[in-house]
């Protein structure tokens, strides 16, 4: 025998297609009460109504509906399509509510668009640096970099950008034409600059919450992009210690094989009880 059900009923069947039993589902049918159950369905559960039947036909073979031959189940009526649709906008309401609760999803838009307006702050800012740096010959433009930008923004003139950061302008000057583009151009840059500074405090204060001790461990902002990287908390928590390493280091390790830039020292990540244990040997004092 085999048992089969879907959100209106289930039935027993034997060898042959024949009904044995069944039992339908009639009471307080509206899309609220037709959507929970599809949920149900979705997670793999049984309806109380298949229970009941898996309790009286203990031996029945469990088979999915989309399993059994043309003709064994029933199809739905015209009343029962038009509860099924509106059930599923329930769902998909439920889904979206649940997705702007959800921190990991919370926190893969929040990284994302971190990374985005960095990569748009870095370019405005170097070009405005560069630029300005043609007509102020002598400033020191590293010692210097984060407060050009707003020095020039707030500024009316080159003469008087020059005397805010306390150096000289270039005798040739500048044009009213090509100031106001630089002037604008270094007011993108502290507006970028200010809404990169809303995002990542957003990322830190969602971090903070739902990565306390990774946040507590290695910052906010290095949790984030950690646990994005894993696809979420859950996810993260079950990577091997070796694979966490890869994903701080990666950044690191592809810079330096561009860039020749050193890559940072890092030692193992050995758990607490087999960490004195190995200590008590002699080996990795320095941990």
Do not use: Y
Request: aromatic share 6%; glycine share 6%; hydrophobic share 45%.
């Amino acid at each position: 025998m085999h048992l089969s059900w879907d959100w209106r009923l289930a039935r027993i069947f034997d060898d042959e297609g024949e009904v044995v039993d069944e039992s339908i589902w009639n009471v307080g049918r509206n899309p609220a009460t037709v959507a929970s159950r599809v949920s149900l369905l979705s997670k793999g559960r049984k309806t109380d109504e298949a229970r009941r039947l898996a309790e009286r036909f203990p031996d029945a073979i469990e088979t999915p509906v989309h399993e059994l031959s043309t003709g064994w189940w029933p199809q739905l009526l015209d009343e029962e399509v038009e509860l099924l649709q509106k059930a599923t906008l329930v769902i998909a309401r439920a889904g979206v509510a649940a997705a702007s609760s959800d921190p990991d999803r919370r926190l893969e838009h929040l990284v994302g668009a971190g990374d985005e307006m960095r990569a748009t702050w870095t370019t405005l800012e170097a070009r405005v640096i560069e630029w300005a740096g043609l007509f102020l010959p002598e400033i020191d433009l590293d010692g210097q970099r984060d407060g050009i930008p707003i020095a020039i923004a707030e500024a009316t003139s080159l003469e008087s950008a020059a005397e805010a950061l306390h150096t000289v302008s270039s005798p040739t000057g500048i044009s009213e034409a090509e100031w106001a583009a630089l002037s604008q151009w270094a007011g993108g840059v502290v507006e970028v600059e200010d809404r990169l500074k809303t995002v990542e405090s957003a990322i830190r204060e969602v971090a903070l919450e739902h990565l306390p001790s990774t946040s507590a461990l290695i910052g906010p902002l290095l949790a984030a992009r950690m646990s994005t990287t894993a696809h979420g908390r859950e996810r993260f928590a079950r990577l091997p210690s070796g694979t966490v390493q890869v994903l701080g280091a990666e950044t690191s390790f592809f810079l330096h094989l561009r860039d020749g830039i050193p890559v940072p020292k890092t030692r193992p990540f050995i758990p607490a009880p087999l960490g004195i244990k190995v200590t008590a040997l002699g080996a990795w004092k320095d941990c």
